[in-house]
């Protein structure tokens, strides 16, 4: 809704009160204009952008899930890996240290250089 108005200052020189019996030199118009959406074009628009980017935002998420779980479950196969690793490393030491002792002892016997 918009209240507007108009003011108009007409010139002498086109001879109106000769032909109009109600001329006035200046005029004044006051109004309304009211706007009644029937039919909003844009609406429509603007309402299927928001569906095409929902959808896009909807898939964008699902890739990201998907790309976090893929990451999830390889950071466990990598941990088990490096825990497997880890026993390994943990058995040669106690092989070497048992080693070690049985180098020891035969040293001790004067049986080892």
């Given at each position: 809704?918009?209240?507007?108005?108009?003011?108009?200052?007409?010139?002498?020189?086109?001879?109106?009160?000769?032909?109009?019996?109600?001329?006035?030199?200046?005029?004044?118009?006051?109004?309304?204009?009211?706007?009644?959406?029937?039919?909003?074009?844009?609406?429509?628009?603007?309402?299927?952008?928001?569906?095409?980017?929902?959808?896009?935002?909807?898939?964008?998420?699902?890739?990201?899930?998907?790309?976090?779980?893929?990451?999830?479950?390889?950071?466990?196969?990598?941990?088990?890996?490096?825990?497997?690793?880890?026993?390994?490393?943990?058995?040669?030491?106690?092989?070497?240290?048992?080693?070690?002792?049985?180098?020891?002892?035969?040293?001790?016997q004067g049986q080892a250089t």
């Open positions: 809704m918009d209240l507007v108005g108009q003011y108009n200052l007409y010139s002498n020189l086109n001879n109106y009160q000769q032909y109009f019996t109600s001329f006035n030199r200046n005029s004044v118009a006051v109004g309304v204009v009211i706007r009644v959406p029937i039919l909003h074009f844009r609406t429509s628009a603007n309402v299927a952008l928001a569906k095409s980017q929902l959808t896009e935002a909807d898939l964008t998420l699902g890739k990201l899930r998907d790309d976090a779980e893929v990451e999830a479950k390889q950071n466990m196969i990598n941990k088990a890996d490096l825990d497997a690793a880890l026993e390994v490393s943990r058995l040669e030491l106690k092989l070497a240290q048992e080693d070690l002792a049985l180098l020891q002892s035969r040293f001790d």
